[in-house]
């Protein structure tokens, strides 16, 4: 492609490259992995605002390009964490509860934030951030959205990240301080982390602090929820567009567009079965979910380069008071869930 050969492309691929291994690495340090490395990514990309001006103008094409394409791939290759094998063998309850876990948690964040005063396209993508898993759903339901206003758009992603990244550390920190308090066993308590926590790491750090068999659970319930990130786009795409066309035959915009296939989401989907079926070594595995987190770590530095703050500082309060109500009301369905079930 055309885009390759531009040196704003090269340049804004050095500049998120950076920034991304950074966060990578960041992360692997004690209580900064409560944060993700996505979101410490994101950071970065916010910091490096304070470069000088000639110098983001020269990149602004390529930060585009990464922050779109360089997502996608990243999403696909996010698939080869998912072991559908373990998914299976946690049986049908496991699936069941991460289905209503993510359905209820959309449904109350995106109705509780529309409540509030939040915009239609916040909310949604919030709402699925704190569904499924953190700032990777964000960036992966994003695409499905139809807009006029792309720098509006960043606005709502990146205060939408913002939202599951401090919602998912304070309950983090939260139900790690309750567990004694609940009287959950271990790998109770790792299937109430994997079931309530917005990030990965999030449900990593909680699982983690309690053993192995917390762990685990904690990792199969959270990617349970993972799987439903690429169904839940689709719904989200399609309702989208169904809107679209509602909107045009009264007369409001123009035609509407096709629906947009999102065909990243089917790459998710055929990685996770790869990665479950073909004799890849843990190593291997290792190698291609870590990057997948550089990919997605240089889109969120792209999107951290290219937002307007003041005006999102103005307008967070009601996604914010949202997440607060449903995560509680999530952690409480999973502790519920955990006693009954598990």
Known sequence: MQ???????????????????AGVLLAKLPYVNLIGALVIALLLGIAMQLAPAGLRSEASTGVGFISNKFLRLGIILLGFRLDLAKLAAAGVKTILVAACAVALTIVLTYWLSRKFGAEDELAILSACGCGICGAA????VSPQIETTDEERKREN?????????VMGTVFTLLEIGLKPLLHLTDPQFGIVAGGSL????????????FGEASLDNALIMKLSRVLLLAPVALIVGYWYQHRLVKESAAGEIPTPKKLPIPWFLG??????????????SKEALD???????????MAMVALGLSVNFKVIFKRGGAVFGAAVISSACLLIFMIIMSKWLF
């Open 3 to 21: 885009i390759f050969k531009t040196r704003s492309f090269w340049l804004a691929a050095v500049m998120t490259l950076i920034c991304s291994v």
């Open 137 to 140: 759903a964000v960036m992966g």
């Open 157 to 165: 992603e990146v205060l939408a990240v913002a939202v599951v990244c």
């Open 198 to 209: 917005h990030e990965i790491a999030h449900a990593v750090a909680a699982g983690g602090a």
């Open 267 to 280: 790459g998710f989907i055929l990685t996770s079965v790869l990665g479950t079926f073909l004799p890849f």
């Open 287 to 297: 190698v291609l979910v870590q990057a997948a987190y550089i990919f997605l770590g």
